[in-house]
């Protein structure tokens, strides 16, 4: 069995590495972190030249035509560059959203949009509860008018809305026993009347976050996502594919902080010796490489479970986020004690990937929750 990627697969990584290496450094990163907007409207339209933004839409809809593996691929390298862009926001949550459940005119409206970079989307799911289940979207509601909708209420912690055009908002239009029912997807101009757009003071500000408020704002029936009262197994999907998408970033991150962390320990010298020959430090190092690798192995399972859509994606997706989550977070944490003091000021960029680490943790669901999913998976 063959369990490596293609040698296509290894050309687009080392493209994606050497552009990212030239265009991405973190002297960039901390530039965009003090940036408003957080991201490079320059970079962006390199990177729908270069064809990442539509990589995974069909061709129809002014993609590539590639699968997620393909994406998994430039996704890991973004995340070891710790890439401050919409693309999560725009290509993953939203693009998907509409590619999994919009008509047919949606679909030929916003993805081709996404694609060439020329429209950002994004997409409001989590309100002040934080959850990312159906129970979860309970405050904003969508309450029907005769010529469609008023939706009102508070979205938190939305990914790139300061700079969206237009959001996927997951909104109430029916209380129910089954919180899965009852729930519609709504496509709506970020700068609609009655649209407040809040910018967070977050820990990651390599990832910009907002506070979205709804106040009666309109929304015609044709800019609702599938159907009234069904969009929950729509986000339900995308979640999945959010999840195995943030995996690849993480294990991106991870494999950098590693990197960096091997490098330094065998450039650091003390009492006359490089400190990897160390016992303690080698010993952090080898661990750190074991959870690297065991984090690759559930990432990339969870992205060939998307790509073949197979039964097995959702344990697959839940096992790896859960690994995942607390795999970067002890290698970022662990990256932090092999650097000794330098590693703790703010000149070094270990704690760039530590507060990375921390925000992909709890997006889409912290280890404990995913734990709790497996459970449910395997009938306990």
């Not at 339209?45 to 691929?73: C, K």
């Not at 694609?115 to 990312?132: H, Q, Y």
């Amino acid at each position: 069995m063959d369990f490596g990627f293609s040698e296509e697969q290894d050309m687009l990584r080392t493209a994606a590495r050497d552009f990212l290496a030239e265009h991405c450094p973190t002297t960039f990163v901390r530039q965009m972190m003090d940036d408003e907007k957080g991201y490079s409207p320059d970079l962006w339209n390199q990177m729908a030249q270069l064809g990442w933004l539509g990589l995974a839409f069909p061709e129809e809809y002014g993609g590539q035509g590639f699968g997620f593996i393909d994406l998994t691929v430039i996704l890991e390298e973004m995340g070891a560059a710790l890439l401050p862009s919409p693309f999560l926001s725009s290509v993953i949550l939203a693009g998907q959203t509409i590619l999994v459940g919009g008509s047919e005119e949606q679909k030929k409206t916003y993805l081709p949009k996404i694609a060439d970079g020329s429209l950002i989307a994004t997409l409001a799911l989590t309100e002040p509860s934080g959850r990312f289940d159906a129970e979860g979207i309970a405050e904003v509601k969508a309450a029907p008018t005769e010529d469609g909708f008023e939706i009102s209420g508070t979205k938190l912690f939305i990914i790139d809305a300061h700079v969206s055009d237009v959001m996927v908002v997951a909104a109430r239009t029916k209380d129910a026993g089954d919180k899965s029912d009852g729930i519609t997807l709504f496509l709506v101009d970020s700068k609609a009347p009655g649209v407040t757009i809040n910018l967070l003071k977050t820990m990651d500000q390599t990832r910009k976050q907002s506070e979205v408020v709804f106040d009666d704002v309109k929304v015609s029936r044709d800019r609702i996502l599938g159907q009234i009262d069904t969009g929950w197994p729509i986000l339900g999907k995308v979640l999945h594919i959010a999840c195995a998408a943030l995996c690849a970033e993480m294990v991106g991150g991870a494999q950098r902080v590693l990197d960096i962390s091997v490098d330094y320990a065998k450039e650091r010298v003390q009492f006359g010796r490089p400190i990897g020959s160390f016992q303690a430090i080698k010993h952090k190092c080898s661990e750190m490489m074991l959870q690297v690798e065991s984090a690759k192995s559930a990432a990339y399972y969870a992205a060939w479970a998307i790509d073949e859509d197979v039964p097995e994606a959702p344990l697959a997706v839940s096992m790896a986020k859960a690994y995942c989550s607390d795999a970067y977070r002890y290698t970022a944490g662990e990256g932090i004690q092999v650097h000794g003091g330098i590693g703790f000021t703010w000149e070094h960029d270990m704690h760039l990937y530590f507060k990375r680490a921390k925000f992909s943790e709890f997006t889409f669901g912290d280890a404990t929750y995913h734990r709790e999913l497996v459970a449910q998976e395997i009938n306990l």
